[in-house]
């Protein structure tokens, strides 16, 4: 009746924000990456997402650790496709700000398929096998 269901766990850090209360722990480059080993290791069949609010260089190495679902050339603001002018909150700053050409190079260079689109019924073959 349902055509499949996944898991996707994403990695966003805290970041100060307006109005927030003073962050007393942060998170750093090797805590978040340590994280994303045990999720790995965890479960093999779990997606990972990392955002274009981690930095390429971050990202690019992390991608051969099981990351499964990158975001490229998006909007990581609250209405962010909205036509306005207003100042980006650092809460939501993007870090890597590859187009999605470019970011589908970058994971073809690191000898990984690049999949735009596995979410239809016909990409995984019938419903009822």
């Not at 971050?58 to 499964?68: E, H, K, S």
């Not at 990581?76 to 050409?101: C, H, M, N, V």
């Not at 990409?123 to 009822?128: D, W």
């Amino acid at each position: 009746k349902y055509w499949k269901s996944r898991y996707s766990i994403s990695f966003p850090r805290l970041r100060p924000c307006a109005g927030s209360a003073t962050i007393k722990s942060v998170m750093d480059d090797k805590q978040l990456l340590q994280l994303i080993c045990a999720y790995r290791l965890f479960n093999g069949e779990v997606e990972l997402s990392l955002s274009t609010r981690e930095s390429a260089t971050f990202r690019d190495n992390v991608i051969p650790l099981g990351i499964t679902s990158l975001s490229a050339g998006s909007s990581t603001q609250p209405g962010g496709y909205a036509k306005s002018s207003t100042k980006a909150l650092q809460q939501f700053e993007i870090s890597d700000e590859r187009s999605p050409a470019e970011m589908a190079k970058c994971v073809k260079k690191l000898g990984y398929e690049v999949v735009w689109k596995d979410w239809e019924q016909c990409l995984s073959g019938p419903l009822h096998a």
